[in-house]
């Protein structure tokens, strides 16, 4: 419970601050919540493979920019251009998570794809004509506010290790015994 408040508390104040240095630098990070919050998730998630998750996660990113680059190139203005479009995107999110053989778990690469879906749908549905102007401009704000939270939570995660973490480690180790057949 300690590592939740902790966490929450942290996140809410960076996620605050975020607003104020944005402004001060002018940096567009008007509404760090979901970068914040995503960067806050993917830190403090349980289990291990932290990096690949990190990995995993900028992957889904880097798709996502990719796909509406595709769709804004190449496929026609319609459901049916979009849902191709996800087929593809979403099919090598997969792809990649499995040929990571597990050190990318598709839950994170997923992630960053729909993070950054969340962040640039608004802006691509406005003007999709401006997708060389818009997507990196809005790439860079998300990263900044989801490296915000990440480090922030990864902070909190490594002076407030997981309950369950701490309580195996703890424990002494027992040999189970399957059954013979």
Avoid: C, H
């Avoid at 630098?25 to 995503?38: C, D, E, Q």
């Avoid at 778990?105 to 997708?131: H, R």
């Avoid at 506010?145 to 990440?150: D, L, Q, R, S, V």
Wanted: aromatic share 10%.
């Amino acid at each position: 419970m300690k590592r939740t408040l902790i966490g929450g508390v942290t996140l809410a104040l960076v996620a605050a601050a975020a607003v104020y240095i944005g402004d001060a630098l002018n940096l567009g990070l008007s509404n760090p919540l979901l970068g914040v919050g995503v960067g806050g998730a993917l830190a403090l998630a349980p289990g291990d493979r932290k990096l690949g998750r990190l990995a995993g996660f900028l992957v889904g990113v880097i798709l996502a920019v990719l796909g509406y680059g595709l769709n804004a190139q190449f496929m026609p203005a319609s459901s049916g251009g979009v849902a191709v479009t996800a087929i593809i995107t979403l099919g090598l999110a997969t792809a990649a998570a499995a040929l990571s053989f597990g050190r990318m778990p598709l839950w994170s690469v997923l992630l960053g794809v729909g993070a950054f879906v969340g962040a640039y749908e608004y802006t691509y549905n406005d003007k999709p004509y401006d997708f060389l102007t818009s997507a990196p401009a809005t790439l860079g704000a998300f990263l900044v506010t989801f490296g915000i939270g990440y480090l922030a939570a990864a902070l909190v995660d490594w002076l407030f290790p997981e309950e369950e973490a701490q309580a195996e480690a703890s424990e002494p180790e027992t040999v189970s015994v399957g059954s013979e057949g």
